[in-house]
């Protein structure tokens, strides 16, 4: 079976062309500059990167773009677009509408389309994506939506309600949803198979730490509890986002900075978080460099982030009662061994140790835990395309 993954942004277009029983992939690639330009990046493993320049005025053109590279005799992987069985997107919002990943008809896009006001910026991406695809590849390909959300649907009320008047759950959807739930399914459920033990009797907290972060309570293969809230912006500080704050400060801004909402907001998402701290970069490597060179704004920059990474896993144990594993995954997570190591340090209490020798890997899966350790730490490379080809087989094998 050969699924096309899409991960369609405002201006951007991730795909990958798998095989979700051998997950192989065969050919993955970008489209960037939708809208404006347009230029395609595809690679085929084992062959050499190509890059053109094609105009993209719509997601449309970048998706017949993305066929015709498949198809090429020259790099293309299929003789047909018949070979492509289904198409699975990544679908950052489902609200409480989805709790599952869904095949995609006339009442599902209704659904999505609800979905708009809770992620404006990025479900009419992902929707302009699924209409893409259909225009292109025509209606008789199955098209599924995998959700960012969907695995945070089961956390109990005490923790997705927020202490505000109730009437702004019941009448305005404010809530705690949570958010890369794709990636803290895929890793928890591979830290239970590398434990080899039943994910349903184990406590895991999963720390996705990338560009955007978020860390998850995975009890029994359930997440009970997320940092990130009713938006991406919640929980843990980020490259440029700010992370949990009080709300307050919002206010206090748009008075003594005499910005408006809107851009006391668009601070807050994009000119915070180790950006915003060290003034230097959102990037961990660039932090890492200044530091180095003696750099004390990257260096706190650095230490906020880790100890409030730190906390937060403390936070997550709690909330489930105990603790069998930690797993690091994403950019930062599976690239740098200096950050698992600080911020795992102060958790020897809870019986998490990492070994430094078994630590100085980079994203391969791998056990890091010091010998006789109570809790197994982990270092899990994400696959949110591998969920989201084996999810749509599943559904498309069951219709
Ligand atoms: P992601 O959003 O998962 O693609 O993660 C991207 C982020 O990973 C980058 O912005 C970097 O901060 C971080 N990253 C990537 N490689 C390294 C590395 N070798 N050391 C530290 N951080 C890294």
Redesign the pocket.
Known sequence: MKILVINAGSSSLKYQLMDPDTQDVLAKGLCERIGIDGRLTHKVPGREDKTFEIAMPTHAEAIASVIDALLSPEYGVIKSASEIDAVGHRVVHGGEAFNGSVLIDEKMMAALEACIPLAPLHNPANITGIKACEAVMGKDVPQVGVFDTAFHQTMPSKAYIYAVPYEFYTDNEVRKYGFHGTSHRYVSARAAAMMGRPIEELKIVTC??????SLCAVDGGKSVDTTMGFTPLDGVPM?TRCGSVDPSIVEYIVNTKKVDVGEAMNILNKKSG?LGISGV????????AAAAQGNERAQLAIDVFCYQVTKSIGACAAAMGGLDAVVF????????A??REKITAPLAFLGVKVDHEKNQV?GKETDISADGAAVRTFLIP?NEELVIAQDTAAIVRGL
């Open positions: 996705h730490l990338g560009n955007g972060s490259g180790v970069s959102s990037d961990f490597r660039d932090l890492d995954t994403a950019g930062v997570g599976e690239n740098s200096d950050l980079r994400t």
